[in-house]
């Protein structure tokens, strides 16, 4: 919970410090535009990005297919969005890094181990309707 809450606290300061070495850089009006739009682009991602994951997890579960990689690539194009949403560069690299491909294809075995780590540990709950 502690690395937690650093990380919470961390994470606004260094934005703060990557848009005013931004605005030192090339300027605040250029730092402006930026920011407004990797907002736009992270809004239109989510939308098309979305709907694409959405169709993926449809087809798979209609195939008969386990949706667990369809979703994790759902999850991690909404969190790209989601990071490209939020105004500071450092969010925005890690949001472009998650739209491409060969880094979502890295990171999908780091949640599914994870999952499976917190499944074993009973931390996770699974509710059936």
Do not use: C, H
């Amino acid at each position: 919970m502690r690395k937690f809450l650093l990380f919470v606290l961390l994470i606004p300061i260094v934005e703060i410090a990557f848009v005013l070495l931004s605005g030192k850089l090339i300027g605040a009006l250029w730092t402006i535009v930026l920011i407004i739009f990797t907002g736009a682009l992270g809004f239109y991602l989510l939308k098309v990005q979305g709907s694409k994951a959405k169709k993926e997890l449809e087809r798979s579960v209609k195939q008969g297919n386990p949706p667990g990689p369809a979703l994790v690539e759902g999850v991690l194009l909404l969190l790209a969005g989601v990071l490209l949403l939020l105004p500071g560069f450092l969010s925005d690299i890690l949001g472009v890094l998650l739209l491409i491909k060969p880094v979502r294809k890295l990171g999908k075995p780091l949640i599914f181990r994870w999952l499976k780590r917190k499944y074993s540990q009973g931390n996770v709950v699974v509710y059936r309707n």
